[in-house]
């Protein structure tokens, strides 16, 4: 029954309000990871109404608690008529759905697609997303025919069915991503309280990232390559696409520097007949090539700044006074005001913020050991849930929710999907998607928003599940969601005992089990940098700590990227933009790319001077016989069963194929970039 209630004014103003404020943060977030004014309104609105959208579930769950909770006087707290909850649940719950599930994985692969107008780009979206649809609808066909055996054809069996669906997927990545991300928390503030082992940290992060950042460099010279030798044909196939090469061309480095691009051995070469498909595929793969190159690009000028100002915190341990040289920006908020003198910065840095940090780690372990406590024993004394006692009061029967308690609950609610997206940053296997500061692909830019709008449903109804049924089933989100995923076999119990296999990430990151099937199976879900850091204590040889010191000390004495781009007046920080189509990229570091790999001398050639000099952390002799042991088995040779072809995957499992999704990810809609899933 729907009551009628008056609109209590004192909560639509703060729930106004409270909207208005998750707007504009949405906006700044936005602003931060892509160009605005560059960006055209058909990419900026829905990415706006994913983030916006689950923003806002973090705030509703505690008002319905207090809604549905009330007595007859009213709660202390944030309140609202249920007839408003109720349609407020309906808006973000569908628009989150169709978001998820139809237009944001449209609008990926229609930013994606490489063609120029727009009947190419649609028509190649519906037929990238036909495939991973397909399967979908598929195993939905089979669900619903259960189900109208059992309960009959009607549309509410078809509406149980698509929500308990959707919730159940969403809940499996949840609860694998939220389990790694509260060990990742807690742990990343322990690890960077010291300022020694976070340089060394970086040091040993350093030569991988170099690596993909000259692996990047080169493929995307090879592709303007193949743009240079378009450009030079004038008659046959190519003059039907003479604007088009134009484009690409004008997004390619300067006059200059395309005439020394030449077609280097195993390159692509250009097909005799140039033909629309081979034209898109061509665009697609400049685009993603441009933006993966902006990506460790960036990536790399954080770790030199970052490495910088922390050998200039150890270096001040002598004369107690603090400096950072590289990087004035992040002594303090505002650049041109000096609000710290250096020896107030010495002891800001050196002592009160890793403290801060150990504290906050202490605090955020405690609340991760609530949550896997709370998910462990819901289920069978929910009195004893420390998340419970939290949000509420028992006494003969549980007490109506008040403010504080709201703010609790929000706390918990915001706590966990802050985990979740923790290990979607953490987790590798998303191909070549990322965040880039100022230059974010827009396909990837869809992905991520769609991936924390298709979380945080799930995430609010199974906190829910933390509370008592008699507090549970009288909020307007459980009518919404909760009785037609109890309506089926495929949810009821799911949300109460699948939980429980939170620990398995949470082992798997505090064991550290990655690092283990990594070295089993040559290959790893997640990147660990401490674990290269305890297998080569010392830093010597490849890919060593060692290394990465000599290239940052290069970056840093004028022979990367960074002090090019200095010198040219312009900011150390990368501020590429992104534009509709091919045109938007303008990256500062392509006239320096002869000069960065120049830069970087070979594996393992490091100078003598480098690897005889004293350092603070000698090797004993245990790890001296390791390292010894080690390096025999290293450099010892392949038997000769072993040096024949290596074991070649059949075609039908291989990228091998006539278009770029080749091989068996064209039966999921997946990229052609190594280690990519499509969710």
Not at 177 to 195: D, K, W
Not at 327 to 345: D, E, G, H, M, Q
């Amino acid at each position: 029954m729907v009551s009628t209630s008056p609109i209590p004014v004192g909560s639509s103003i703060f729930f106004s309000f409270t909207l208005f404020t998750i707007s504009v943060l949405v906006l700044l977030l936005l602003r931060r990871f892509l160009t605005l004014r560059a960006t055209p309104a058909y990419l900026i609105i829905p990415v706006f109404l994913a983030l916006a959208l689950p923003a806002s579930v973090v705030l509703l769950v505690p008002i319905d608690l207090a809604s549905s909770s009330r007595d007859g006087e009213g709660p202390r707290a944030i309140w609202l008529p249920d007839r408003l909850i109720l349609v407020s649940w309906r808006i973000a719950y569908w628009l989150i759905f169709v978001l998820t599930w139809a237009i944001l994985p449209l609008l990926g692969e229609y930013i994606d697609s490489g063609y120029r107008d727009a009947k190419g780009r649609i028509q190649y979206s519906i037929r990238s997303n036909a495939r991973y649809q397909l399967l979908v609808l598929g195993c939905a066909l089979v669900g619903l025919i259960y189900i109208s055996i059992q309960n009959g054809f009607e549309f509410r069996s078809i509406k149980a069915l698509v929500m308990a669906l959707a919730y159940v997927w969403g809940l499996v990545l949840a609860i694998y991503l939220m389990g790694h991300g509260l060990v990742s928390i807690p742990r990343t503030l322990f690890r960077n309280a010291s300022v020694s082992g976070r340089l060394r940290r970086l040091q040993s992060y350093a030569p991988r990232l170099h690596d993909r950042l000259m692996d990047a460099v080169n493929e995307l010279e090879s592709l303007e390559s193949q743009v240079n030798q378009l450009q030079r044909r004038k008659t046959g196939s190519a003059r039907d696409f003479q604007d088009w090469i134009e484009e690409l061309g004008d997004g390619s480095s300067a006059p200059e520097a395309q005439s020394l691009l030449q077609p280097t051995e195993g390159s692509d070469t250009v097909p005799a007949v140039i033909t629309e498909r081979y034209m898109a595929d061509l665009t697609r793969r400049l685009q993603r090539a441009r933006h993966q190159k902006a990506r460790f690009v960036d990536e790399w000028d954080r770790l030199v700044l970052s490495a910088a100002d922390l050998q200039a915190i150890i270096n001040s341990s002598a004369s107690k006074k603090l400096e950072f040289s590289h990087s004035t920006n992040r002594a303090s908020f505002l650049p041109r005001v000096k609000l710290l003198t250096p020896y107030l910065r010495h002891h800001v840095y050196v002592h009160l913020v890793p403290n801060i940090r150990r504290l906050l780690g202490a605090v955020f372990s405690a609340a991760s050991i609530c949550i896997v406590w709370s998910e462990l024993i819901k289920s069978i004394a929910p009195r004893l849930s420390i998340v419970t006692l939290s949000v509420v009061s028992y006494h003969e029967s549980p007490a109506p929710v008040n403010f504080w308690r709201q703010v609790a609950a929000s706390v918990w609610l915001l706590y966990m999907c802050w985990a979740a997206l923790v290990g979607v940053n953490d987790a590798k296997v998303w191909g070549n998607r990322a965040l880039v500061r100022r230059n974010t692909y827009g396909e990837s830019a869809c992905w991520y928003a769609g991936l924390v709008a298709r979380l945080t449903v799930p995430i609010a109804y199974n906190f829910l599940t933390f509370l008592p049924e008699v507090v549970r089933v009288e909020t307007t989100f459980y009518r919404l969601l909760g009785q037609y995923i109890d309506l089926m076999p495929l949810g009821k119990g799911f949300d109460y005992f699948f939980p429980v296999f939170i620990l398995l990430p949470i082992c798997a990151t505090l064991f550290n089990l990655y690092g283990r099937v990594k070295n089993v199976c040559g290959f790893g879900l997640l990147e660990e940098e401490e674990e290269d850091l305890e297998n080569n204590p010392g830093g010597y040889g490849i890919g060593g700590w060692r290394e990465g010191r000599d290239l940052i000390d290069r970056e840093l004495n004028g022979l990367g990227s960074l002090t090019l781009s200095t010198r040219s007046g312009q900011s150390p920080r990368p501020t590429n933009r992104v534009e509709e189509g091919s045109r938007g990229f303008s990256s500062s570091r392509t006239s320096g790319s002869e000069a960065i790999r120049s830069s970087r001398s070979p594996r393992g050639t490091a100078p003598a001077t480098a690897a005889l000099e004293e350092d603070e952390d000698e090797e004993n002799f245990f790890q001296s016989f390791a390292h010894r042991v080690r390096n025999t088995f290293e450099t010892a040779s392949k038997p000769e069963w072993l040096q024949g072809d290596a074991f070649r995957l059949p075609r039908w499992m291989g990228s091998e194929g006539t278009d770029a999704n080749g091989g068996l990810a064209r039966w999921f809609g997946g990229r052609p970039e190594p280690g990519g899933v499509r969710l």
